[in-house]
């Protein structure tokens, strides 16, 4: 059956440090892989998407990598922040349907990540 | 730009009562989502519309739930009737099919809880 599983525990780091978040999947073949930032009480926010050809991808603080070999995809903050504090959510995207239209994202059940100041 | 705006924010209800949740997506924007997230899980797809069509209803629970989307538009889900495990987080999102981009926009969801 198809899987996708974050960091399983809540992750806690010191101000200052680089945060490492993973993503990993199973019997999925993703077009593309997406990590959003959900705060309480609010509804998810995008961040960075990266496709299955692109092997990295910068933001700002922020880097996302993507191995297909290894079904993984790995989400860094570097520098991290107390305001960085937040729920992290991978999606995937597939194409559910032959004509292309339909593209969904399945959701990973998220990391909860703490910075410590 | 407006984001995606629900209402409303918090609904209880007793179990076996029905509920109604309204969207208004982004404008411009053709495709929109609904998701239901239980409390320390993801968001997972209820049923996705393109303009005024269901694209995806697969995962809605079509004996309880069903969803419209008028003109394209506004659109409201509903709940009839509604039972405990339906307690959950309610989510909007909306999306501009452009090219192979498809970033999704996320309302601030009805948080739903049935006793």
């Known amino acids: 059956s198809q899987k996708i599983e974050q960091n399983s525990e809540a992750l806690n780091i010191q101000e200052g440090k680089t945060a490492t978040l993973t993503c990993n999947y199973t019997?999925?073949?993703?077009?593309?892989l997406q990590w959003y930032r959900q705060d309480p009480g609010r509804g998810p926010v995008f961040l960075l998407l990266?496709?299955?050809?692109?092997k990295e991808k910068r933001k700002e603080r922020l880097k996302v990598t993507f191995d297909t070999t290894l079904k993984q995809s790995l989400f860094h903050i570097t520098a991290s922040q107390p305001a960085d504090s937040a729920t992290y959510l991978c999606?995937?995207?597939?194409?559910?349907?032959?004509?292309?239209?339909?593209?969904?994202?399945?959701f990973g059940s998220g990391t909860q990540l703490t910075v410590l100041p | 730009e407006a984001g995606v705006a629900q209402s409303p924010r918090y609904k209880i209800i007793e179990k076996r009562q029905s509920v109604a949740f309204w969207c208004n997506p982004i404008?411009?924007?053709?495709?929109l989502y609904w998701y239901q997230q239980i409390l320390g899980q993801g968001p997972k797809l209820l049923i996705q519309?393109?303009?005024?069509?269901?694209?995806?209803d697969s995962q809605l629970p079509k004996d309880r739930f069903s969803a419209e989307r008028l003109k394209g538009v506004d659109s409201t889900l509903k709940i009839q009737p509604a039972k405990l495990e339906d307690s959950a987080v309610y989510l909007c999102?909306?999306?501009?099919?452009?090219?192979?981009?498809?970033?999704?926009?996320f309302g601030p969801g009805t948080r739903l809880t049935v006793l």
């Open positions: 999102a909306s999306s501009f099919l452009a090219g192979s981009y498809n970033e999704q926009f």
């Open positions: 019997n999925y073949s993703p077009a593309y």
């Open positions: 990266i496709r299955e050809n692109e």
């Open positions: 999606a995937l995207e597939e194409y559910r349907f032959s004509s292309g239209s339909a593209r969904q994202l399945t």
């Open positions: 404008s411009g924007h053709a495709t």
């Open positions: 519309f393109q303009n005024n069509g269901v694209v995806d």
